[in-house]
């Protein structure tokens, strides 16, 4: 059901840094601005990213993101354990009567 | 402080109808799009429906097209959604969001359950 693709799981020690792809089409990452969530367990989703890099009040400089043609990425630097959760990519679709389609979500794991 | 606060879950019988409700606050209500989007137990975000801020613009998810509709009541700073025809496939978690093109904030959400 998810329009934009993800990888399931990225893992890494603590301080490396992971990235988290998202893949999607003209229609949705190619045509509009991208946005990240991050969810911890049995907790509502925030967004850490929005317009592809901006980084909203209070979310550390460690999160990052950029969009290329059709896809985007999240990058997190200096990995802490208190990262550990789920990522999910979102953007507006363009297509048929327009819609606001999420990633397939990728759990971050810090070894 | 934004707040958003979603009410109005429960256990439903397929078939049925729920309203959900949320109140807002800590923003200028009528001036936002707002945005609901649920996530079933164990899955991924899927987004449901959202609201201009005056109303005039409305979309929905193709799963629930039909059967749900989405208002406000800026006088009341709400978002509600009325929900029919449910179905088990329904049950999910039901956020409240703020925004359109990014969901800036997102309530704790209400658990919906059809089953019989």
């Known amino acids: 059901q998810s329009v934009l693709t993800q990888p399931p799981s990225v893992s890494a020690a603590p301080g490396q840094k992971v990235t988290i792809s998202c893949s999607g089409s003209?229609?949705?990452?190619?045509?509009?601005?991208v946005s990240w969530y991050q969810q911890f367990p049995g907790t509502a989703p925030r967004i850490v990213i929005y317009?592809?890099?901006k980084r909203p009040s209070g979310i550390a400089d460690r999160f990052s993101g950029s969009k290329s043609g059709t896809s985007a990425t999240l990058a997190i630097t200096g990995l802490q354990t208190g990262d550990e959760a789920e990522y999910y990519c979102?953007?507006?679709?363009?297509?048929?009567?327009?819609?606001?389609?999420f990633g397939t979500g990728t759990k971050v794991t810090v070894l | 402080e934004v707040q958003l606060v979603e009410s109005g879950g429960g256990l439903v019988q397929p078939g049925g109808s729920l309203r959900l409700s949320c109140a807002a606050s800590?923003?200028?209500?009528?001036?936002?799009?707002m945005t609901w989007v649920r996530q079933a137990p164990g899955k991924g975000l899927e987004w449901v429906s959202d609201?201009?801020?005056?109303?005039?613009?409305?979309y929905y998810a193709d799963s629930v097209k039909g059967r749900f509709t989405i208002s406000r009541d800026n006088s009341k700073n709400s978002l509600y959604l009325q929900m029919n025809s449910l179905r088990a496939e329904d049950t999910a978690v039901y956020y409240c969001?703020?925004?359109?093109?990014?969901?800036?904030?997102w309530g704790q959400g209400t658990l919906i359950t059809v089953s019989s």
């Open positions: 800590g923003f200028t209500f009528s001036n936002s799009a």
């Open positions: 979102g953007a507006w679709d363009d297509s048929l009567s327009g819609k606001y389609v």
């Open positions: 003209n229609s949705n990452i190619g045509n509009n601005f």
């Open positions: 969001t703020k925004g359109w093109l990014q969901l800036n904030f």
């Open positions: 317009d592809n890099n």
């Open positions: 609201i201009s801020g005056s109303g005039a613009k409305i």
